[in-house]
């Protein structure tokens, strides 16, 4: 056996196999893990509520340590969140102001569902806590990769999420500041993952200036957003037959535009079908149809915005596309600059767009 020390140093034989390379991934998983629960666990527990127990703590990939709690011998009802640096620490911020908003506003009331409560929060050395309720259910991807009926699952959590939006939807005209919001910003933040690359930095350019064009003076449906509607941030029951609750709110926001939501949980369903990377799939839309069912349900989205003279479906995969790795670099500066994930969800869209010239 080749022990975990030996193959991260360097030393020793190398590893002959597959089968050794994961045993070598398993140890390093597992001294991760406990090395997060000796780190975190004592300073999670210091905001569990009366009563309750830690039954689990664990990183998640956006650096912020957690930890399930609840009645002893009981399933959580709560999870502990601490912010555990730079940006950690702002996504958990924004979670907090985000679900806080939510919950304050009037206009949600009618919503079934709303964002986890939240039980308390705060700061502690500098770094944001705070205690959210347990949303139980199944995340709708496990739910379609076990066999589930995914065109009704589709329309159950796309029906969920537009009575969300439907609580503080309003018709805005697309003026400078929302372009500015919604295109120039976060083309800024994609800027700086491709920056050493003229050919790609004149691709996001010209991306910018044709939704620029589509976008503005149109009348669309804006609002608040979730930010991250993805298959795995929506629980529903074991049939598939109903929402039971939607997480993860951090990149949730006023004024934006409502239909990406719906945008992103059907490009990600279609990832997880053809197994490949969001950006994979974009890149093949710049040059190649999109597939059925997902053209049909993207552009019956594109009409539902714009009826009068809808929006090209591939402009708003690309607006989607755009906001969503912006979004990362916020909510996950490392996976942002990951070299392989940059190649297939940022680098591998801008070459598609590239190969065609300005006028993509």
Sequence with gaps: MVSVRTA?????PRIPNIAARLEVLTGLRTLRAASVRRRYGPQLARFVPDGLVIADVRMTVNGVALADAGPPGEPPTVIVKLGTGEGS???????????????????????????????????SDGHPWMV??????????????GGGDRPAIEAIALAEIEAFHACTARAAIVDDELLRRWVDEPAARVLTLVSDSPARVRALEDLGHRLRAELGGLELATGWVHGDFSPDNVLMNAQGSEVDGIVDWELAAPDALCCLDQVLFLLTVHTRLVHRELGQVVASFVTEPIPEPLAGSVAEVCHSQHPADPLDPRSLVLLCWLQHVAATTLKSPTRANHPIWGRYNVRSVLDALASLGPAC
């Design 132 to 145: 959210e309720s347990v949303l139980r259910g199944a995340p709708a991807d496990e739910l379609i990769a």
């Design 89 to 123: 620490d702002g996504i958990l911020r924004r979670a907090i102001d985000a679900v806080t908003a939510i919950a304050a506003d009037p206009r949600f009331a009618g919503w079934r569902l709303g964002p986890p409560a939240i039980h308390g929060h705060g700061e």
């Design 8 to 12: 991260i140093l360097g030393r020793g």
